[in-house]
């Protein structure tokens, strides 16, 4: 079965330098989020996205923005990267609406500032 | 307050035994998802098992299954006769609804080994 896809897997930027992760969903799914593990932590929630509008956010960053396309691949764009922000980003699909459907993670893009 | 408790860092079980692990949430809402993730070192997120507030029925999927205590706000994650390839770190997690793209918010985690 098709999974949650994203792109790169890896990383590595200096300070102050930007980035971009793409997410692409499980197909038919129509809401992303983002997620950010730091080393030792649990997942944080970032942002997200239910049919291309923004739904909910949480502690993202205002250096960091992200959106959901028409095809409902997500972006997330971090700018004036800073070490703190080394950490494991995952993206997570799942159905929309009222119901509390699973949420299938992506593989994660690590990303390491220098 | 934190809304998910999972109070055991680490855990330690012989292969082909059952292994609890525990998890205790808080919310005040009606309507809510529990979800439990295994997160190998190699760091992907995999998706075990969910259970509704609403469902009667504990969850189980395969070899594992969640002991739902819904007044003690519990939601143990059961895993029966352990494999070595179990040993992981896992997450419980809670969705609170309604609504639509509603966020997961995760414990601390328990790192489990399974013994040989």
């Known amino acids: 079965a098709a999974g949650v896809i994203q792109s790169p897997r890896h990383l590595i930027k200096e300070k102050r330098e930007t980035a971009t992760l793409k997410c692409y969903p499980i197909?038919?799914?129509?809401?992303v989020y983002w997620y950010q593990q730091g080393p030792g932590q649990d997942p944080q929630f970032l942002i997200s996205?239910?049919?291309?509008?923004?739904?909910d956010k949480g502690s993202i960053p205002d250096r960091f923005s992200a959106q959901q396309f028409s095809d409902y691949h997500s972006e997330l764009n971090m700018s004036s990267l800073e070490l703190g922000d080394s950490a494991l980003y995952f993206c997570?699909?799942?159905?929309?609406?009222?119901?509390?459907?699973?949420?299938?993670f992506g593989p994660g893009t690590r990303l390491t500032v220098t | 307050a934190q809304k998910i408790t999972q109070t055991q860092p680490g855990m330690f079980v012989q292969e082909k035994e059952a292994v609890t692990l525990d998890c205790t949430y808080d919310?005040?809402?009606?309507?809510?998802?529990l979800f439990w993730y295994k997160q190998p070192s190699s760091g992907e997120m995999i998706f075990l098992i969910y259970?509704?507030?609403?469902?009667?029925q504990n969850a189980t999927e395969g070899r594992y299954s969640l002991n739902f205590q819904k007044a003690r706000k519990s939601a143990n994650l059961v895993i029966s006769a352990s494999q070595l390839g179990d040993s992981a770190m896992y997450f419980c997690?809670?969705?609170?609804?309604?609504?639509?793209?509603?966020?997961?918010?995760f414990g601390s985690g328990t790192q489990l080994t399974v013994l040989p």
């Open positions: 919310t005040s809402d009606q309507s809510y998802g």
């Open positions: 996205f239910y049919e291309k509008m923004q739904s």
């Open positions: 259970q509704g507030s609403y469902d009667e």
């Open positions: 997570a699909s799942s159905l929309g609406g009222e119901a509390l459907y699973e949420q299938y």
């Open positions: 997690a809670m969705r609170e609804g309604p609504g639509s793209a509603r966020q997961l918010t």
């Open positions: 197909p038919r799914h129509d809401t």
